[in-house]
């Protein structure tokens, strides 16, 4: 899934592998070992790139991360005005990505992507004492971003939840 702003930045994300393999589903709850995804992602915040694979979703969440990016593209600005905050922040368990909705005005979608942890770039800045990381702030067209969740969704149907 690659999410390129109007400026050229960009946070391209790519699931790789399950962190664990031979995992399996089990009937008693979620087997948290198995369904670590390693994400490979390569990045520009318009000054730097960097790039870092490591495991920073989960199976599910890479599927609620699809529905919230989805649900962005097909809201209007009247539905991102009256959202709670928890409506316009995705987070991981893992802290290495967090995604926040900043804006959506006349189908252009404003996103702030923190990268923490072991995807931070090497001597990246900070976010202001948020605690989230080193931010790429992205603008992208409802459509452009429509499309990088297709294509995140087609990624996904390799890596079931197990």
């Given amino acids: ?3 390129e702003s109007l400026d050229g930045r960009f946070v391209e994300l790519a699931i790789s592998a ?8 089990t009937s008693e709850g979620r087997d948290w ?13 318009g000054h730097a790139s ?4 490591d495991p920073c979703m989960t199976t599910w969440e890479a599927r609620e991360l699809s529905s919230w990016l989805r649900g962005l593209a097909d809201s209007n600005a009247a539905t991102v005005k009256t959202a709670g905050p928890d ?3 995705r987070w991981l368990t893992e802290p290495n990505l967090t995604f926040e909705l900043t804006g959506s005005d006349h189908g252009i979608i404003s996103l702030v992507v ?3 942890a072991e995807s931070r770039p090497p001597g990246g800045s900070s976010d202001g004492g948020q605690g989230l990381g080193h931010e790429v702030r992205l603008e992208l067209s409802a459509a452009d971003l429509a499309r990088a969740v297709d294509d995140w969704d087609r990624e996904l149907v390799r890596f079931p939840e197990r």
Avoid: P, T
């Fill in 1 to 3: 899934m690659k999410l």
């Fill in 18 to 25: 399950y962190q664990f393999g031979g995992g399996r589903s």
């Fill in 33 to 45: 070992d198995a369904n670590w995804l390693m994400i490979r992602g390569r990045v520009w915040d």
């Fill in 50 to 53: 960097w790039v870092f694979h």
């Fill in 87 to 89: 409506e316009l922040r």
């Fill in 114 to 116: 923190h990268f923490d």
